[in-house]
C-alpha cells in the first residue's frame, strides 16, 4: 500500500514538494529505516540521497553491498518543515504505509531515533539501545529490528560511526556476503601540529592539547609545530607555547620562516636576499647566514611584515622590476586573531606578482616542502606522518600535495558546510585534538575482536548477534 502522490492525511503534505517513496530492492528482505525526508530527499523524491545518503552508501559498500540489497524508506514520507524530527501524530498517519513496506521484511534496521521511537516506541539516548536487536510487531508478526544511528549522527563521532559500521557487517552477514577487507589504519610515525585553531585559539589552548604533547612523549611519538605565521622568530612560538603551558622546545617549533631559511641555503646558496620582514625575522634570517642587502639584491624575500611600510614596499616593487625573484614565506590571505581577522601577505605576493608580472615561490603551507622539511627534522618518513589543523586549504591540502595523511579538527576555521563542499578530504575528522590519543592508541592496537558466529534467520530462533 503506496501513499497518493496528493496524499494529505497528515499535515506535512503542507510543505512537501512530493512524496518520498522507498528506493531499492524489497526482495532480501532487509528494510532500512530512516526519519523524515530532508531537503535533498524532497527535491530529489528518493531516500538517503545527501551526505547522510552518501555515508551510508560508502559503509554499505565496504561491507559488499549497496542500495540494490537492501530497501530504504522513511518513518514519514513526507518532509517535516525545517528538518524537525516528525510529531507523534504524523508517524501514526504515515504507520500505516510503512507497515505495508515491512510487511514481509526479515530484518528492519532503524536508522536514528524517528525510527526508534516510532517502531519500538523508545524516547532514551540511542547509546543504550544501538546495536542490539529486539523484535517488534508489524501486522502481528514479529520481525527482527536493529536500533542503530543515523548516518548524519556519525560524521564527527567515531563511536557512533564504529556502532553503524558494526551494523552494517551484520546486514552483510544476513546477505551472505563475505567480511570486508579491514580498511588501512592510520600510522602515526610522526605528527605535524598546526598552531592557531588547533592546539590553541587566541591566547587560550584547546581543551586536552596540552595532555596531548604529554601523551605524544610518553608514546614516543615525535611531533613538531608547524605555523605559517612568519610575523615572529621561532622563539617567539616557542615562548608562546610553553607560556601557555605546552611542554615544547624550540627546536619542535616549524615556523615558515624556518622552513624558507632552509630553502634558501640548500637551493638559493649564496644569493643576496633584500628581507622585507620584520626585525626580530630579519635577525633570525641574518644569524642564520643569510646574506641580506639592503641595495640590488638577488631575491626579495616576503615575510608577515607587520611593520610593513611604503618605503620598503616601494624598494621591493624596484627591486623586483631590475629582476630580483620573488620568494614568499607562505600565501595565507588572512591572519586569525583573537577577535578577527588581520591581512596577511597573500594580497600583497598578488600586487608584486601583477606589478612586476612574475611568480612568487612560496615556501610555507600547503607547499609540500614545509612538510617534508618536519618530516626529516623529526627523523620519519612522509607518509608515515599525519598532519593535523584546521584549515583545509593550507594544513590539509598540504598533506594532499605529500601523500600523507591528515586529520582536521573542527576547533578552528573549518566547519561542516566547509568540510562537505570542499574537494580537499582529509583522512579523519575530529572535534578537536583532544580525540587524537584514542585515534593513536588505536592505530597501535592490532588485536582485532574475533567475529562471533552468524546471526540466524528470526524465522527459526531469534539471533544473538555478536554485539550480544
Ligand atoms: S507523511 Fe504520510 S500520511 Fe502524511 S501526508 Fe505524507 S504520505 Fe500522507
Redesign the pocket.
Known amino acids: 500500500m503506496r501513499?497518493?502522490p496528493d496524499?494529505?492525511?497528515?499535515?506535512?503534505?503542507e510543505g512537501?514538494t512530493q512524496?518520498v517513496y522507498p528506493d531499492g530492492n524489497p526482495g532480501n528482505g532487509i528494510i532500512f529505516v530512516g526519519e523524515?525526508p530532508g531537503e535533498n530527499e524532497d527535491l530529489k523524491g528518493r531516500p538517503f540521497v545527501g551526505k547522510s545518503g552518501k555515508i551510508l552508501e560508502d559503509m554499505m559498500a565496504a561491507h559488499g553491498f549497496g542500495r540494490a540489497d537492501v530497501m530504504i524508506t522513511n518513518t514519514?514520507?513526507?518532509r517535516p518543515p525545517g528538518n524537525r524530527d516528525?510529531l507523534p501524530e504524523?508517524m501514526a498517519?504515515?504507520r500505516?504505509?510503512l507497515f505495508s513496506e515491512l510487511e514481509d521484511a526479515r530484518l528492519v534496521v532503524g536508522l536514528g531515533k524517528s525510527a526508534c521511537r516510532n517502531l519500538m516506541g523508545y524516547e532514551g539516548p540511542m547509546s543504550q539501545i544501538v546495536n542490539v536487536p529486539v523484535t517488534i510487531d508489524i501486522n502481528g508478526r514479529e520481525v527482527l529490528f536493529i536500533p542503530t544511528y543515523h548516518p548524519a549522527a556519525t560524521i564527527y563521532n567515531r563511536n557512533s560511526r564504529a556502532a553503524l559500521d558494526e551494523t552494517m557487517r551484520v546486514v552483510s552477514q544476513w546477505l551472505g556476503r563475505p567480511e570486508r577487507q579491514e580498511p588501512k589504519t592510520m600510522r602515526f610515525g610522526g605528527l605535524m601540529l598546526d598552531m592557531d585553531g588547533t592546539v590553541y585559539k587566541g591566547g587560550v589552548p584547546i581543551p586536552g592539547a596540552r595532555e596531548l604533547i604529554s601523551f605524544l612523549r610518553d608514546q614516543r611519538v615525535p611531533f613538531v609545530f608547524l605555523t605559517n605565521n612568519s610575523s615572529h622568530p621561532r622563539s617567539f612560538y616557542g615562548d608562546k607555547l610553553r607560556r601557555l603551558g605546552f611542554d615544547v622546545t624550540d627546536r619542535e617549533v616549524l615556523t615558515s620562516t624556518i622552513a624558507t631559511i632552509r630553502f634558501l641555503l640548500s637551493q638559493r646558496m649564496g644569493r643576496t636576499v633584500y628581507p622585507v620582514a620584520v626585525p626580530g625575522v630579519v635577525d633570525e634570517l641574518r644569524e642564520a647566514g643569510i646574506p641580506l642587502v639592503e641595495e640590488d639584491p638577488d631575491i626579495v624575500l616576503l615575510t608577515f611584515d607587520t611593520m610593513i611600510t611604503y618605503e620598503k614596499i616601494n624598494r621591493a616593487y624596484r627591486f623586483l622590476k631590475g629582476g630580483a625573484e620573488l620568494i614568499a614565506t607562505h600565501p595565507d590571505d588572512l591572519c586569525p586573531t583573537e577577535d578577527s581577522y588581520d591581512i596577511d601577505i597573500g594580497p600583497f605576493i598578488r600586487m608584486f606578482e601583477q606589478m612586476c608580472q612574475t611568480t612568487a615561490t612560496v615556501i610555507g603551507k600547503p607547499n609540500r616542502l614545509m612538510l617534508e622539511m618536519a618530516a626529516r627534522e623529526m627523523g620519519v618518513d612522509p607518509g608515515e606522518c599525519v598532519m593535523v589543523g584546521d584549515r583545509l586549504y593550507t594544513d590539509i591540502a598540504m598533506a594532499q600535495n605529500a601523500g600523507t595523511q591528515s586529520v582536521l579538527v573542527l576547533s578552528g576555521e573549518t566547519d561542516e558546510g566547509m568540510l562537505e563542499g570542499s574537494d580537499i578530504h582529509p583522512t579523519a575528522v575530529l572535534g578537536s585534538v583532544a580525540e587524537l590519543p584514542e585515534l593513536i592508541l588505536q592505530s597501535f592496537d592490532d588485536r582485532r575482536q574475533p567475529v562471533a558466529g552468524h546471526p540466524t534467520d528470526p524465522r527459526g530462533q531469534v539471533a544473538r548477534c555478536s554485539w550480544l
Open positions: 501513499p497518493d496524499c494529505r492525511l497528515c499535515g506535512l503534505c512537501r512524496v523524515g514519514v514520507k513526507c516528525p504524523e498517519a504515515c500505516p504505509f
